[in-house]
Each structure stands twice: as structure tokens, then as C-alpha cells.
């Protein structure tokens, strides 16, 4: 098992910047894959970063060259740095943890860009 735990959402005007944190706790060396989804109000959760055990990373279209994903291994912490941010990157924002048997969800955190 996996346990997740975001934080670090706030309410941001456009242009500003925030930073993401997901503690992982458990059966943390079995996780292959972290990452970060989003949810909009009305919207279907989507994508926004992955980062692999080895280090390589996945980017959404609409956040790359603004957002950076990395990794604390020693700390078990992923994080997520958002620059520029943009009324449209208002949503909840749900960390997940794949294994070889599942994937991992977080409870997730609010983040609100006001114009």
C-alpha cells in the first residue's frame, strides 16, 4: 500500500507561482511512475506531469515551459513548481503513484488562479 498526501494549493493571481507537495508513505520502492492530474469544475480530470523512476518526464501541452516536475527520492516527496499560472490551471490537483499492481490516488489540493 500507498498512502499520498498533497499540499501547497492556494489562490494565486495570473502570473503568480506555486509549488505542489506529495508525501508518499507505504511500499514506496515499488513505485514506478508519480505524477500530477487536474480536475477543472465540469471538467474530466486530466494529465499534467509524470515523472518515471529514472527520471524522465511527461508534460501536458498546455503547461510545458511553465510547470516542472521533479522528484526527492530520499525524502519520498514529489513536487510540482508552477510558474506563470493561468486562470485556466484553476482545479483540484490529485498526486498518483503507480506500482506494478495499481495506481495510487491523493486526496488532492485546491489551486485558484484569479485574473
Known amino acids: 500500500q500507498v498512502q499520498l498526501a498533497e499540499s501547497g494549493g492556494d489562490l494565486v493571481q495570473a502570473g503568480g507561482s506555486l509549488r505542489l507537495s506529495c508525501a508518499a508513505s507505504g511500499s514506496t520502492p515499488g513505485i514506478a511512475v508519480m505524477g500530477w492530474h487536474r480536475q477543472a469544475p465540469g471538467k474530466q480530470r486530466e494529465l499534467v506531469a509524470a515523472?518515471?523512476?529514472?527520471?524522465?518526464?511527461n508534460y501536458a501541452d498546455s503547461v510545458k515551459g511553465r510547470f516542472t516536475i521533479s522528484r526527492d527520492n530520499a525524502k519520498n516527496t514529489l513536487y510540482l513548481q508552477m510558474n506563470s499560472l493561468r486562470p485556466e490551471d484553476t482545479g483540484v490537483y490529485y498526486c498518483?503513484?503507480?506500482?506494478?499492481?495499481?495506481?495510487?490516488w491523493g486526496r488532492g489540493t485546491q489551486v485558484t488562479v484569479s485574473s
Open positions: 498518483y503513484a503507480s506500482t506494478v499492481a495499481r495506481n495510487y
Open positions: 515523472i518515471i523512476s529514472g527520471g524522465s518526464t
